[in-house]
């Protein structure tokens, strides 16, 4: 059986691209930091951001060698006037996000996946219900585009029981597919009861 995808949460999935996004730009933005604070460094390994700021320092003591000897290590910014706040609130940013929503701290966000986000057809029944549906949805299009008319798409989805939704705000349909989800749910629980 071929897979078929049901639905796709696009816009869940463009928002966990955002985040990530913004975590790879704060990860460029803090690596460019100790570039310019510290010429001679690199960083070159991704578990450098596990703790930034302890292997920042690692990186300080290698720079300014003699330096540790007299001093401990985060003593040195302040004997060589190294203004450390810029890197200092961008790993603040990394590890804790930005303190005005709830999202993950940019950290934890790891790279999303496309396939985790779309719900697809689990059995030939599944499959045929869907692309019965889908028929109906273009043939329910080119009569638009032959006739010339608009649909009204609360009119289309009451008139299928729910079985098209319609999207009122941007004025599409496309298969409902919590009839199938409402389905899976009800059966894997009279399942569950039937093991009782």
Known sequence: ????????????FNQDVKEYGNRTRLE???????KRLLPQQQVTAHNFFKDSKANFYKL?????????ELMKVEKIPGMIDLDLTKLFKLIYEYENGDGLTTALAPNKV??????SYRIYAES????????????AIDC????????GFELL??????????????????????FNHTYILDKR??????KRLQEV
């Not at 071929?2 to 949460?9: F, M, S």
């Not at 329910?140 to 585009?145: F, V």
């Not at 798409?153 to 496309?174: F, P, V």
Request: hydrophobic letters at 35%.
């Open 140 to 147: 329910l299009y080119e009569a638009e585009a032959v006739c």
């Open 153 to 174: 798409r609360g009119s289309i989805s009451q008139g299928t029981r729910g079985w098209i939704y319609a999207n009122i705000h941007e004025q599409g349909m496309r």
């Open 60 to 68: 300080l003591a290698k720079q300014y060698p003699k330096h540790l």
């Open 1 to 12: 059986m071929k897979k078929v995808v049901l639905y796709t949460n696009t816009f869940a």
């Open 124 to 135: 030939q029944s599944e499959i045929d219900k869907f692309n019965a549906i889908q028929k």
């Open 28 to 34: 460029t933005e803090i690596r460019a930091e100790i």
């Open 185 to 190: 749910r009800a059966e894997a629980k009279q």
């Open 110 to 115: 790891k790279s999303p996946s496309i396939d």
